[in-house]
C-alpha cells in the first residue's frame, strides 16, 4: 500500500521559512517524480515544483522561484520543501504526489499518488 505523508506546516510570519517532508511508503521513491502542489482557500490545486524521477529539477512556479528548494533522499525515501522568505500568498495546505517514472509534469491528473496535505498558514 503506498503512502505519502506530509508533514512540517503550520503557522508563521511573514518573512520566516518552514521546511515540509513527504515520506513516502509502498513505493521506490528513485522510480518517481515527486512533486509539490498546493491549494488556497477557494482556489485549484496549483504546481509549486518538482523533480523528476531520475532527479533532475524542472521548475518553480513564478511567485516561489528564488525562495523555495526542492529535494529528495532517495535512501530515506522522502522529499522536501524548503520555504524561504514566506508571503501571507503562500497560505494554503500543500500536497506531495508522486508520478512513477514521470519528468515532473505541472499536470494534477498526470500523478498517481498523493499525500492527504499539509497545512502552511503565513500570517502579515
Known amino acids: 500500500q503506498v503512502q505519502l505523508v506530509e508533514s512540517g506546516g503550520g503557522l508563521v510570519q511573514a518573512g520566516g521559512s518552514l521546511r515540509l517532508s513527504c515520506a513516502a511508503s509502498?513505493?521506490?521513491?528513485?522510480?518517481?517524480?515527486m512533486a509539490w502542489f498546493r491549494q488556497a482557500p477557494g482556489k485549484e490545486r496549483e504546481f509549486v515544483t518538482a523533480l523528476t524521477w531520475s532527479g533532475g529539477n524542472t521548475d518553480y512556479t513564478d511567485p516561489v522561484k528564488g525562495r523555495f528548494t526542492i529535494s529528495r533522499d532517495n535512501a530515506k525515501n522522502t522529499v522536501y520543501l524548503q520555504m524561504n522568505s514566506l508571503n501571507t500568498e503562500d497560505t494554503g495546505v500543500y500536497y506531495c504526489?508522486?508520478?512513477?517514472w514521470g519528468h515532473g509534469v505541472p499536470n494534477v491528473s498526470e500523478y498517481d499518488y498523493w499525500g492527504q496535505g499539509t497545512q502552511v498558514t503565513v500570517s502579515s
Open positions: 504526489a508522486a508520478d512513477l
Open positions: 509502498g513505493l521506490t521513491l528513485r522510480r518517481y517524480a
